[in-house]
T-cell receptor, first 112, second 114 residues
Framework: NAGVTQTPKFQVLKTGQSMTLQCAQD?????MYWYRQDPGMGLRLIYY???????DKGEVPNGYNVSRLNKREFSLRLESAAPSQTSVYFC???????????FGDGTRLSIL | GENVEQHPSTLSVQEGDSAVIKCTYS??????FPWYKQELGKGPQLIID?????GEKKDQRIAVTLNKTAKHFSLHITETQPEDSAVYFC?????????????FGQGTILTVHP
C-alpha cells in the first residue's frame, strides 16, 4: 500500500534553476495538495486541486506552479528557484476537500 | 483568517502517563478540527479529527475534546508508549476564506521516556 509517493526525496538547486516535484497517490482521492514546512511556521498550503482538471492557490503560491496531470498525479514546479524556497515540501491527498488525510514523506529542497 | 495557538511546544512524560496538548482557535465558524502526528523524517499522519457537532471523540488510547464556547480543542493520549514520541500538530479551518483552508498550529514535540 504505497499511499502518497513523492519524488525526489532530496534535491539541491542553485538560485535560478527550475525543477518539478512529483507526487502520485493510489487511493483514488479527488483532492490533492502541496504544503511547505518551515521551522517555527508549521505547514502552509501552496496550491491544491479539488479534482482532476482544477487547481487553486493556497496561502503561499508565489513562485510556484502546479499541474494536476490526472487523478493520480499532482506536480509542483519552481520556475526560478530562490533561497527563500528552501524547505520541506509535502504532497497530500484526501477524500474530502481541504481535509488532508494522507501525506507523502516529503521532498527536502535546498536552494543555494 | 484563522489563528491557531498550540501549547505546550514540548512535552516530556514517562511511559504509561497521560499527555494532553491544547489548541485554541479564533474563528467561531470553524467546524473541523484534525490532529496529525509526524515522526522524524516522515510526513504528517492524520490520527483523529472532530467536527463541531460533537464534544468528544475517542479512538483507542487517543481522544479529542472540543469546547466551542471557549474555542479550544485538546488531544489526550493515555497510557503513553515510546512509539508515541513524535511532533503533533492541530489544525482548524478558516471559514472566512473562500476555500476554508486549514491553519496548522506550531506543533508539540512529545517525548515518552521508557
Amino acid at each position: 500500500n504505497a499511499g502518497v509517493t513523492q519524488t525526489p526525496k532530496f534535491q539541491v538547486l542553485k538560485t535560478g534553476q527550475s525543477m518539478t516535484l512529483q507526487c502520485a497517490q493510489d487511493m483514488n482521492h479527488n483532492s490533492m495538495y502541496w504544503y511547505r514546512q518551515d521551522p517555527g511556521m508549521g505547514l502552509r498550503l501552496i496550491y491544491y486541486s479539488a479534482s482532476e482538471g482544477t487547481t487553486d492557490k493556497g496561502e503561499v503560491p508565489n513562485g510556484y506552479n502546479v499541474s494536476r496531470l490526472n487523478k493520480r498525479e499532482f506536480s509542483l514546479r519552481l520556475e526560478s528557484a530562490a533561497p527563500s524556497q528552501t524547505s520541506v515540501y509535502f504532497c497530500a491527498s484526501s477524500e474530502w476537500l481541504l481535509q488532508p488525510q494522507h501525506f507523502g514523506d516529503g521532498t527536502r529542497l535546498s536552494i543555494l | 483568517g484563522e489563528n491557531v495557538e498550540q501549547h505546550p511546544s514540548t512535552l516530556s512524560v514517562q511511559e504509561g502517563d497521560s499527555a494532553v496538548i491544547k489548541c485554541t482557535y479564533s474563528d467561531s465558524a470553524s467546524n473541523y478540527f484534525p490532529w496529525y502526528k509526524q515522526e522524524l523524517g516522515k510526513g504528517p499522519q492524520l490520527i483523529i479529527d472532530i467536527r463541531s457537532n460533537v464534544g468528544e471523540k475517542k479512538d483507542q488510547r487517543i481522544a479529542v475534546t472540543l469546547n466551542k464556547t471557549a474555542k479550544h480543542f485538546s488531544l489526550h493520549i493515555t497510557e503513553t508508549q515510546p512509539e508515541d514520541s513524535a511532533v503533533y500538530f492541530c489544525a482548524a479551518p478558516s471559514a472566512g476564506t473562500s476555500y476554508g483552508k486549514l491553519t496548522f498550529g506550531q506543533g508539540t514535540i512529545l517525548t515518552v521516556h521508557p
